[in-house]
């Protein structure tokens, strides 16, 4: 049964579509200005969104932040009574304030939530018609969720966002402008290769406490591919081959990109690019 019950979920998984591949509406990466913030500083968040079919349609945004206490439950950042709630937002860009730290705590955590509705309004969804309860919900639209932890503590090495410097395809660098590249037809396309460049300080070191001895780590930096069509030779790349292989629909097309840079400890970046195929 068990044997059977496997065979069947990898069946079911392979009908679905590639993480990379961008087909409705939803939030790539959530980024803070300061991944790892002293008490006292301010905090700056935005989101990387995309909505392939929305055409530029309105997307409504509640943020939320909160002091995660020793339960570490998500949903008391959408509870008053619960007494984590450090700051709310409803713009594309939000803000809060770190925290003091608790007594006897070298760090904290904040969670940052993000809700999104595209096309649609926040509605509280309520108990058998009573109070309302839990996160609110996207109605007339298309809603995703997304979470994101900010590190509080004081120490004279904290953790930056890694950095972009070029993304290209086939040599030649994204720009604000899309790349041109010829289409190709049903069962002739062949493989483009889109790589990466990051800052040579991307990858930082850092000091962990293992079984109660501090231990020097580094970082494990990766770039997660997405694209509204074609596919990718895989969904992320470490950073020791930013490099990926990917191959265009057939015909031609706009095709958007995103590349979107983790450090593993909270720091992100991102790049967009739109590639235009055309016919000769």
């Keep these: 049964m068990g044997l059977a019950l496997l065979l069947v979920a990898g069946a079911c998984s392979e009908d679905l579509p590639p993480q990379s591949l961008v087909d409705k509406f939803r939030v790539l990466g959530v980024r803070a200005d300061l991944p790892e913030a002293a008490p006292g500083e301010t ?3 935005d989101a ?29 950042c959408m ?25 006897g705590d070298p760090s904290a955590q904040v969670l940052v939530i993000l809700l999104a509705c595209a096309g649609g309004t926040f509605v509280l969804p309520t108990v058998d018609g009573g109070d309302p309860s839990g996160f609110p919900e996207c109605e007339g639209g298309d809603g995703a969720t997304v979470y994101k932890r900010v590190t509080v503590r004081e120490t004279d090495t904290p953790n930056h966002n890694p ?6 395809v086939d040599g030649t660098p994204f720009g604000l402008e899309p790349v041109e590249l010829p289409a190709c037809a049903e069962g002739e396309c062949g493989e483009r290769t889109v790589t990466a460049a990051v800052a040579p300080d991307a990858v930082e070191t850092f000091i962990e406490i293992a079984f109660g001895e501090p231990v020097e780590r580094e970082e494990g930096v990766y770039v997660s591919w997405f694209a509204t069509a074609g596919s990718f030779e895989r969904i992320r790349s470490g950073v020791d081959n ?23 400890r ?12 055309v016919e000769d």
């Design 163 to 168: 950095m972009f410097l070029d993304v290209a």
């Design 43 to 45: 905090v700056r968040v």
């Design 266 to 277: 909270g720091g992100t970046d991102w790049r967009g690019a739109r590639l235009v195929l």
């Design 79 to 103: 509870d008053p009574e619960a007494g984590g709630i450090l700051g709310l937002g409803f713009t594309p860009e939000f803000s809060f304030v770190a925290p003091a730290l608790p007594e």
């Design 242 to 264: 930013l490099e990926v292989g990917w191959t265009p629909p057939a015909g031609p097309a706009t095709v958007d990109l995103w590349f979107v840079l983790h450090d593993g």
């Design 48 to 76: 990387l969104l995309a909505d392939p079919l929305g055409e530029g349609r309105a997307v409504s945004y509640l943020w939320a932040a909160c002091l995660l206490g020793p339960a570490a439950n998500p949903d008391d």
